[in-house]
């Protein structure tokens, strides 16, 4: 057993972590983990925590492993938002944090997942600690690309760089770590095109394996402006009805603890001098709620978009493996309707739509433009 067990595919970034854990002249004060989402950014930034706290270099079994893994470890912080950006508040109490020499373990390791959300003002603040931290100091940033952070701060920190793993690296991993049966592992990898998280979700949810069949059955239904309108509407409804599951429930124990540490009971009215701080935290939900939405649309898009890849591949007789094995027959049909130029065009709208989506274009007015590209064209 090994914290680097999880980090699945990736063994030339294993392999350089492992040897900056365990040679001095080979460790920096600051990493940047970079890689596709689902590449597993913030699970290798965890088992390099772990094993910089390790006596033996991340055993997986020792206290300091576990509580790292945990994210209990008191000189391990992780920063991981759910709302558009993060903020410089936050931020600033990381610098602060940094400042500190560790209590109980070798090091003092903060990581900063999706480093890339941090806006420019907000990034310079944390340039100095990176310029000169104390000496038992750990930066870890997580960002899709190193074009994703300022220039300023990548050319402070050492590269990672992670690689999409192979589906059957991910399928192993679902079937060792959660049990999961091999074949429907498989096809879950294929499907989530081996996003890790997502994979470990279509396996073992079946309401999201149906969700996604329902994104995909999409490229059918449309066959005119009308079908395109009421398809852009419906993902729309589907994004913000899965948001609000994922956030209600937490929403609500958040805004219950808040009323307690202010002394109000519950039913009955809230003091005026409270409501601000009611009314933050209300924002601060509807923050991360938007950004959930965003997330989920985002998701639907890239299946369509492998969904598509998948036609292009018959359409142009490649020895490739499809992505949607199991929607063999859709794949077929749209392939035989379609010409690849058609089919490249589709491909096009749904990247231009991800593009607005992340620019804050309206989520419906982007769902519609692409829905309305990917109605069949004479």
């Known amino acids: 057993m090994s914290v680097w067990d999880e980090v699945v595919g990736q063994e030339s970034a294993v392999a350089m972590l492992r040897a900056s854990v365990t040679r001095a002249e080979a460790m920096t004060h600051a990493w940047l983990v970079t890689g596709p989402p689902g590449s597993g950014r913030s699970v290798a930034a965890r088992a390099f925590a772990a094993a910089l706290q390790c006596e033996q270099g991340g055993c997986g079994a020792c206290h300091a492993c576990t509580t790292?893994?945990?994210?209990?470890?008191?000189?391990?912080?992780?920063?991981?938002?759910?709302?558009?950006?993060?903020?410089?508040?936050?931020?600033?109490?990381?610098?602060?944090t940094a400042a500190r020499t560790p209590t109980l373990g070798r090091w003092r390791v903060i990581i900063v997942e999706d480093a890339d959300r941090m806006a420019e003002r907000t990034t310079n603040l944390l340039l100095k600690s990176i310029e000169e931290p104390p000496p038992h100091t750990v930066w870890v940033l997580c960002a899709p690309s190193v074009q994703d952070v300022l220039p300023t701060i990548r050319s402070r920190c050492r590269a990672?760089?992670?690689?999409?793993?192979?589906?059957?690296?991910?399928?192993?991993?679902?079937?060792?770590?959660?049990?999961?049966?091999?074949?429907?592992?498989?096809?879950?990898?294929?499907?989530?095109?081996?996003?890790?998280?997502?994979?470990?979700?279509?396996?073992?949810?079946?309401?999201?394996?149906?969700?996604?069949?329902?994104?995909?059955?999409?490229?059918?239904?449309?066959?005119?402006?009308?079908?395109?309108?009421?398809?852009?509407?419906?993902?729309?409804?589907?994004?913000?009805?899965?948001?609000?599951?994922?956030?209600?429930?937490?929403?609500?124990?958040?805004?219950?603890?808040?009323?307690?540490?202010?002394?109000?009971?519950?039913?009955?009215?809230?003091?005026?001098?409270?409501?601000?701080?009611?009314?933050?935290?209300?924002?601060?939900?509807?923050?991360?709620?938007?950004?959930?939405?965003?997330?989920?649309?985002?998701?639907?898009?890239?299946?369509?978009?492998?969904?598509?890849?998948?036609?292009?591949?018959?359409?142009?007789?490649?020895?490739?493996?499809?992505?949607?094995?199991?929607?063999?027959?859709?794949?077929?049909?749209?392939?035989?309707?379609?010409?690849p130029e058609q089919t490249i065009r589709r491909m096009d709208a749904i990247a231009v739509a991800r593009q607005r989506l992340d620019g804050n274009v309206a989520p419906l007015l982007a769902c519609e433009a692409m829905t309305i590209a990917l109605r069949p064209q004479g």
């Open 68 to 96: 790292t893994l945990a994210g209990t470890h008191p000189d391990v912080t992780l920063l991981a938002t759910d709302k558009v950006v993060i903020t410089i508040d936050e931020v600033r109490d990381l610098v602060g």
């Open 160 to 339: 990672v760089v992670l690689r999409v793993p192979p589906a059957d690296a991910v399928a192993d991993l679902l079937v060792r770590r959660d049990g999961v049966d091999p074949a429907v592992a498989l096809t879950a990898a294929r499907a989530a095109q081996s996003h890790v998280g997502m994979a470990r979700r279509l396996a073992r949810d079946e309401g999201a394996r149906e969700r996604r069949s329902a994104v995909l059955g999409i490229a059918r239904r449309i066959r005119g402006v009308g079908d395109a309108v009421l398809a852009a509407g419906e993902l729309v409804d589907v994004a913000k009805q899965e948001a609000a599951a994922a956030t209600e429930e937490r929403d609500a124990a958040e805004k219950a603890e808040l009323l307690r540490a202010l002394g109000v009971v519950d039913g009955e009215p809230l003091p005026p001098k409270l409501r601000s701080q009611v009314k933050q935290l209300e924002e601060g939900q509807k923050r991360r709620a938007t950004r959930r939405q965003r997330d989920v649309l985002d998701r639907a898009m890239l299946d369509l978009l492998s969904l598509y890849r998948d036609v292009l591949v018959v359409q142009l007789g490649a020895d490739v493996d499809p992505v949607n094995t199991e929607h063999a027959g859709t794949v077929r049909d749209l392939a035989r309707d379609s010409t």
